[in-house]
Structures are given as structure tokens and as C-alpha cells.
């Protein structure tokens, strides 16, 4: 489970906009991939309230992973799109990671 601080940028002290909330499962026998299951829920700005939903196949070792958005609330109602995640650094020892999320969304 996963409730992570959504920031503009990948420092500690950036601007906090909203939450990332989900889970993920290691999901394959050959190389490090999870099932990522993740709400981008908005907290500030006209996106308030608003939220995201990416599921999809997370192969972690790749420099870039390419995840769908499968739908959203508020002003991204009935979204689709992508998302590409790549990891800004990763701490062996806590496991802890820092990861950059670009998504491209259609919505009415």
C-alpha cells in the first residue's frame, strides 16, 4: 500500500500538490515488474478534489515505464491516457525511491 506525497518536483521541500495513493505486487517470475494500482489525488490548484488512475505493468529495472491511465475523476472524468515513469534515485538500503511521472491525458 501507498500513500505518497505528489510533489512538483523530486525535493523534499517542493511544492506538495497532492497524494500518490494505491498499491503495487510483484507480479513477475523473470525480472523485477509489479502491478501498480495508483490514484494521483490533487489537493491544490484548479485540480482540487481531482483525481487520476494509472494500472498497468511496472517493470522497475527499465529507465522508462509505460503504464495506462484507465480514468479519473472531477475536471479528468472520463480520462485516458499514459503514463511514463522513470526513477529519479533509489536508495538501496531503505528501499526507498523517488520517482518522476509524466502523464499525457485526454478528458472532457
Not at 43 to 64: D, F, H, I, W
Amino acid at each position: 500500500m501507498i500513500d505518497n506525497p505528489l510533489t512538483v518536483g523530486p525535493e523534499l521541500s517542493s511544492k506538495l500538490v497532492g497524494r500518490a495513493q494505491g498499491f503495487y505486487a510483484s507480479a513477475s517470475q523473470e525480472e523485477i515488474g509489479f502491478l501498480m494500482t495508483m490514484n494521483f489525488a490533487f489537493t491544490e490548484g484548479k485540480y482540487n478534489g481531482s483525481t487520476l488512475t494509472v494500472l498497468g505493468r511496472n517493470p522497475v529495472l527499465k529507465k522508462v515505464r509505460e503504464m495506462p491511465v484507465v480514468g479519473g475523476s472531477g475536471l479528468f472524468r472520463f480520462a485516458n491516457g499514459y503514463a511514463q515513469a522513470s526513477t529519479h534515485n533509489f536508495d538501496p538500503k531503505t528501499g526507498d525511491a523517488v520517482v518522476e511521472y509524466n502523464i499525457y491525458v485526454m478528458h472532457y
